[in-house]
């Protein structure tokens, strides 16, 4: 069994980490894409047994980039960013295409590799529904509010937005929707289980259900099926909290948890907070796994290698209520660190 | 239980009064008791629903609410722990019963010599003249005469009490004026008193040497006479919630003491001794007592005041300070704000 060792990525971005993917599975399964507010997106791979993750490219974008994701393969990748567009990145090239534009900057973009269908959410509170098997057709969606995460699961799509708006798309709809060209109802819509604005949202890799994060430390977990049974089954639960020193009136500070990312394989998820913590909860025995060690600053994603080999962290300073121009400064500060698993570290002891 | 007793009821029956663990309140019975829990620790502030314990909310709140329980509603400060499973008296941890009963010993000898100071009257159960310290003492020799009678029945009391087969403990003369300490098995508090946990009170050193009984922590006191030994506190029984738990077996019924028990005798000069010594040595108000601090803060709705010592324990109920508190615009929307982020449409490609 390999024990568990945690090493950090040569030339991490400059400024603030906005996202952190892995590649999909196939030949390259260990490369790993981060966005940065520095106006880049870095291609690093991870060499096994080395306890190295080696910058392999940097994609330079007009403005800051606030969200990638890999495509069909590992030399594709999509992009979203302050400049309003969503871009389609050859990562053996270089080169870039515009897939569209939105009226505001694009907050998230999700590939969904069973429909392929590339999903983009932007400030402008619209949806770009892009079926790339024919790609001159792209549908808009008009939102209810901000979307400020999205997540994708095999079938379904999840939208979170201010008002604690939560919309559910299921997939295939979204596809046919893309051909017909025919706004689609979100399958689902709900109100979010938390009370405060929500930060990330994952999805269970076995479609069930997904996980939801919000700025006042608490995550919640539910499941899509719309059944009282599968309804009661939700929960949610604080965390990435710590009690305040004694000289400050006491109290906990509470942070916001920044980052969800669930297992590939065992299903349990990790979580990452504006405390640095970074936590692996076992969805279905409620309990957490682990919590490892506190890094300096604020933990900004999260994610799995596709074969839950390795967890991907991105740490940098976190923007907090009260700071400006003057008092954020990420400059430098940013670090993206690999924490190589042992076998049964993620892996959850099943209910009760 | 007999007849309710008018007035003051005595040290016994005090302590055999449940308890709630969370705010020191007593009860006339158990039942009582369980009826304040459910309704003042043990409910839901969401639904309003009535759980048997703080762990049965805990999962309530889980299950039903998606929230998390932290403390126990209504608790004194250094009572909010969700750790302890209480249930009417069940659970009560050993140390915190010793430190009711002393807080219940100490209050009762406090009110007691209070009294005596207010009326001028004798201790219940001591007909002799002897009254408060204050008064100057004149003994008249049909009083003396009294005096003697009274100690020679006493004398044949514990005689008889020693040929029933119960050895006496009390070996020093007894004459009104040195106390017979142990007289009752709860004496008042003495200086030096071997309590071994959290250090509650601090008493006043005695104005002279007293013969100080060395009761270790949690044994009960002498056994006296008939009366039978007191359990040393509540029986920590794992028993199901729905069971009342038992009562310490407690013969005893409430009435006068039985014969051969010396109940009060010689006792309360020495506590207005003691009393007065603490005033004056103290500052400290009789019954002053920290629990007894927190317990009235607590009714007056008053968060205590934040000292050193009492700091951690106040710390639960202060609220919380959110590190990004903008419920409506996220982080990312204010960083995309910054002059060195803004996005300026150049001219469009």
Known sequence: MAPATQFEASQPPNDAISSLVFSPSGSQPNRLLVSSWDKHVYLYEIIDGAEEARLINKYEHRAPVLDVCFGANSNEAFSAGLDQLVKRIDLTTGEHQTLSKHKDAVRCVVYSPQHSLLISASWDSTLHIHNLSSPSEVLTIPLPGKPHALSISPSKLVVAMTARLVHIHDLPTLLTSTSTQQIPQPWQTRESSLKFLTRAVACMPNDAGYATSSIEGRVAVEWFEDTPESQARKYAFKCHRQPAPEEEGGGDIVYPVNALAFHPVYGTFASGGGDGTVALWDAEAKRRMRQYQKFPESVAALEFSKDGKYLAIGVCPGFESGMDEQTYNAEGRSRVLIRELSETEAKGKGPK | ?349
Request: hydrophobic share 30%; with cysteine.
């Open chain 2, 1 to 349: 239980m007999g007849k309710k007793k008018r007035g003051h009821p005595d040290v016994e029956e005090l302590l055999e009064r449940p308890w709630c663990y969370y705010c020191e309140r007593d009860f006339e019975d158990l039942k009582l008791l369980i009826s304040h829990q459910k309704a003042k620790h043990f409910k839901c502030d969401r639904c309003g629903k009535r759980l048997n314990t703080a762990g049965g909310l805990s999962v309530h709140m889980n299950q039903v609410h998606k929230e998390s329980l932290t403390s126990v509603e209504n608790a004194l400060p250094n009572r909010q722990g969700l750790d302890i499973e209480i249930f009417g008296m069940e659970g009560v941890p050993e140390e915190i019963i010793q430190q009711h009963n002393q807080r219940i010993i100490q209050n009762f000898y406090t009110a007691q010599a209070e009294r005596q100071a207010a009326t001028g009257n004798p201790p219940r159960g001591n007909s002799s003249s002897q009254g408060p310290t204050k008064k100057i003492k004149i003994e008249t020799p049909e009083e003396l005469k009294k005096r003697l009678a009274e100690h020679r029945a006493r004398l044949a009391a514990q005689k008889a009490a020693a040929a029933n087969g119960t050895p006496l403990p009390v070996s020093a003369p007894i004459d009104g004026q040195s106390p017979s300490q142990g007289a009752s098995p709860f004496p008042p508090p003495q200086p030096g008193f071997p309590y071994a946990t959290t250090p509650v009170t601090a008493y006043p050193p005695a104005p002279q040497g007293y013969p100080v009984p060395a009761y270790p922590p949690g044994a009960p006191g002498p056994a006296f006479g008939n009366l039978p030994a007191r359990p040393p506190g509540a029986p920590l029984i794992p028993s199901a919630p729905s069971a009342l738990p038992q009562r310490p077996p407690y013969s005893y019924n409430g009435g006068a003491p039985p014969p051969g028990f010396p109940l009060g005798s010689g006792i309360p000069s020495t506590v207005d001794e003691l009393v007065a010594s603490a005033a004056a040595a103290g500052g400290r108000t009789p019954g002053g007592d920290d629990i007894d601090q927190l317990i009235r803060m607590a009714e007056a709705g008053i968060k205590p005041a934040k000292t050193a010592e009492d700091a951690p324990v106040e710390k639960k109920k202060k609220g919380m300070r959110m590190v990004y508190d903008d419920t409506e615009v996220s982080p990312e929307e204010k960083m995309a704000a910054l002059a060195r982020y803004r996005w300026v449409e150049e001219t469009v490609v």
